[in-house]
């Protein structure tokens, strides 16, 4: 991952993060309202900038979380 992507992913996994703990949910909440559609361990993952989410990943979580486009 270049200095740039793992910038982009670690802003990205801190709004991620925010977000979800606003909303008082746990990774694990996510995955069960979710019907496992986001595992705890990629949203984790996504959170920690360990992975990187795509654009189509970030706009379908931002929708589960229901945030305006």
Partial sequence: ???DSRAYA???GIRLRAIRVQ???SLQQVE???AGRWR?????SYERADRMITPQQLAGLAE???VPR
């Fill in 32 to 34: 069960t309202r979710s």
């Fill in 23 to 25: 909303q008082g949910l």
């Fill in 40 to 44: 705890t361990a990629a949203l984790g």
């Fill in 1 to 3: 991952m270049s200095i």
């Fill in 64 to 66: 589960f979380y229901g």
């Fill in 10 to 12: 670690q802003e990205v």
